[in-house]
């Protein structure tokens, strides 16, 4: 009889024999779908680039951001110059507003001499003479305010008729556009003997006579405040011509309004 001698464990993968060998290492190449492996590399070559190109545009947007600065600092300096150089001529356009309007303010409160005698004269009874005018100086102010008439004002001392003629002359002055109508006042009238005429003498005889008596008077107003350009008609009148035609001149200019 014959018998079967099978031995199975040869048939098993383990107990195949190995190759053996020779020089080298063995490699073994994946098989199947690549595609995870291909995208994967594409990743990992695409990105350090894209980051590459992107630190480059950055740093190429970082230098032209740094010219901007650059140029808008000064652009800035020069804006600041041009900005002190305009505060300056504000400023001295500012004096010299200042300057020009006190020297307006002035001359706004002339009050020529001609005027004022003309207007004297218009004024005057024939039963009035006058012997001396003179300006007063304004009243000084509390320290620190203005004094309330800078104009001054005027002291008129003269003989008259009656005191009835000394009134007249009052009332004819308190109607003038020169003065304070509230402000003109008789501070004196007094009785006294009319002075002799020069060049007159008593007559070479025993007879004495007795000149009539006059009134000395004194009236004192204050000058109006109001500016000359607000007078401009009156003194037209009075044959103010120069300083009519300066004040126009102003208006005209707008330094002086109308």
């Known amino acids: 009889m014959y018998s079967l001698d099978v031995n199975f464990l040869k048939d098993r993968p383990q107990y195949l024999p190995q190759p053996q060998r020779k020089g080298g290492i063995s490699l073994k190449y994946p098989t199947g779908d690549l595609t995870l492996l291909y995208v994967g590399v594409a990743v ?3 990105l350090p680039a894209l980051l590459g190109l992107g630190w480059w545009l950055l740093q190429g947007k970082i230098v032209e951001l740094d010219g901007q600065i650059t140029q808008l600092d000064q652009e800035s300096k020069r804006l600041d110059t041009e900005i002190g150089n305009i505060n300056k001529i504000k400023d001295e356009t500012k004096a010299i507003k200042g300057e020009t309007q006190t020297l307006v303010t002035v001359f706004d409160q002339i009050r020529p001499w001609s005027a004022m005698l003309q207007d004297l004269r218009d004024r005057i009874p024939a039963a009035v003479q006058i012997k001396t ?12 305010q203005p004094p309330s008439n800078p104009a001054g004002g005027l002291q ?9 003629d000394v009134n007249d002359f009052l009332l004819s002055l308190q109607q003038s556009q020169f003065l304070k109508p509230t402000e003109s006042r008789i501070v004196t009238a007094t009785l006294v003997d009319a002075p002799a005429t ?8 025993s007879v004495t006579i007795r000149t009539p008596k006059v009134v000395e008077y004194t009236i004192e107003s204050n000058m109006n405040n109001v500016p000359a350009s607000e007078l401009i008609r ?25």
């Open 44 to 46: 990992g070559v695409t």
């Open 133 to 144: 005018i003179r300006q007063t100086p304004p009243i000084p102010a509390a320290e620190g």
């Open 156 to 164: 008129i001392t003269g003989l008259a008729r009656s005191f009835n």
């Open 198 to 205: 020069p060049g007159v003498s008593q007559p070479a005889t």
């Open 234 to 258: 009156e003194l037209e009148k009075k044959g103010t011509v120069g300083l009519v035609t300066r004040i126009r001149t102003m208006q005209q200019t707008g330094v002086i309004s109308k």
